[in-house]
């Protein structure tokens, strides 16, 4: 049950996404975007920090792997690895954020600034929500919660936290990866 009604919200959740992804295709194509604000976007870093969140849900599906087998132990390693790398990701794209916001690239200053701060903004709050119940059930594993593998929870909020690392490899494709290559092909 508690997988079905996951699935169920990550199905409206994708909708919700769906829905920023092409609200910032379409202003992309529009007068007033704004497309030099576009190049001030660190494609590299943020590469970096891409990699470490899709790294997140591999240490995930370990931790899920360990506790399946009752190694209570391995469990909390990975998920303590999990909710380090998905932090990294959050101060990587708060460091962004600072830099953009010093380009004076902000929220109302232009069509750019508000579709890329909506999209991925949601994004990582959808990232700070999965630590948050991440960290949650850590403190759960180490209160002795989790000693016998036989609870859905996990495989459960895998399936949250893998859907915002899809999610975040089409918004990097959509809004970093894209613009990238129409750059060099003027």
């Known amino acids: 049950m508690n997988r079905t009604m996951m699935k ?7 909708m919700f996404f769906l829905s920023l992804i092409i609200g910032f295709v379409y202003m992309a194509y529009n007068a007033g975007f704004e497309p030099h604000q576009v190049e001030q976007l660190n494609i590299e870093k943020t590469g970096i920090f891409s990699v470490m969140l899709v790294a997140s849900s591999f240490t995930l599906m370990l931790a899920e792997n360990k506790y399946k087998h009752g190694k209570i132990n391995s469990l909390k390693i990975w998920l303590g690895i999990t909710i380090l790398l998905g932090a990294i ?3 990587g794209q708060g460091n962004e954020y600072a830099n953009l916001i010093h380009k004076n690239i902000t929220l109302s200053g232009s069509i750019f600034g508000t579709s890329f701060y909506a999209l991925t903004g949601f994004h990582g709050l959808h990232v700070f929500i999965g630590l948050v119940i991440l960290s949650i059930m850590l403190l759960l594993v180490f209160l002795g919660d989790f000693n016998r593998p036989n609870s859905s929870a996990i495989s459960t909020v895998a399936i949250y936290w893998h ?21 060099f092909k003027r």
Not at 8 to 14: I, N, W
Not at 163 to 183: A, E, Q, S
């Open 8 to 14: 169920l919200v990550v199905g409206t959740e994708a």
């Open 89 to 91: 990701f959050l101060v």
């Open 163 to 183: 859907f915002v690392d899809i999610v975040w490899v089409i918004v990097f494709g959509v809004v970093y990866v894209l613009p990238f290559f129409n750059h």
